[in-house]
């Protein structure tokens, strides 16, 4: 099974984890780092999720056991419930109805797959085994959080903010990347943000 590199835009995209135990809670936690609104069903959740729930209205429980019908209206599924009998049921449902789902620790019933990452601000360094080998993507992860630093997660804000007035300055594609690459150089090695007036 090949996966695609891909990322979605999940910003308040409404978004189901079947399951309230700590595997689910960590799923819940990707799905809000990615602005994504969550429903949790399950008839326990634990500590962790009630507390998330507390402090953020983008995610909601529903305490009851999971129903076939749930399924209909999300974006995407995690089926993280301890029962992989279940977990499969629920992927056949959404597969069935073209959700992409996910099957914690099940990869034949998952369509998608989570991959570790490294997040600052928009910018996003993701790595994936394809469900191979979880503790390599973390050795991947944590050799990685040397490089994407904070201040890169800021400068790609700022990138941000000038690239209209980078594309109306230069005439062709290679001015324009020679530009970005210009500014990019000259933070990176100074440490700093360029002044956006001087550009």
């Known amino acids: ?5 891909m990322f979605v835009d999940l910003d308040r995209q409404p978004c189901l984890v079947a399951g309230g135990g700590n595997v689910a809670a960590r799923k819940v936690q990707v799905l809000r780092d990615f602005g994504a609104k969550v429903t949790v069903i399950a008839p326990d959740c634990s500590e962790k999720i009630m507390d998330m729930a507390s402090n953020d209205k983008m995610i909601e429980i529903i305490k009851r056991p999971f129903m076939e019908s749930d399924c209909r209206g999300y974006l995407l599924v995690v089926a993280a419930t301890d029962d992989k009998a279940l977990n499969h049921d629920i992927s056949e ?6 959700i992409m789902v996910n099957a914690v620790d099940q990869k034949d019933d998952c369509s998608f ?12 360094a993701a790595f994936s085994s394809g469900g ?3 503790a390599l993507t973390q050795y991947l992860k944590s050799e990685e959080k040397d490089i994407l630093t904070p201040f890169l997660g800021e400068l790609n804000e700022f990138m941000g903010s000038i690239r209209e007035k980078v594309l109306k300055e230069y005439d062709t594609e290679a001015e324009r990347k020679k530009a970005f690459e210009a500014i990019i150089n000259s933070a990176v090695k100074e440490k700093k943000l360029p002044d956006n007036g001087s550009l």
């Not at 449902?93 to 073209?98: A, F, I, S, T, V």
């Open 1 to 5: 099974m090949a996966y695609f590199p």
């Open 93 to 98: 449902y959404c597969k069935n109805l073209g």
């Open 113 to 124: 797959i989570f991959s570790s990452y490294i997040k600052e601000k928009n910018l996003v």
């Open 132 to 134: 191979n080998s979880p």
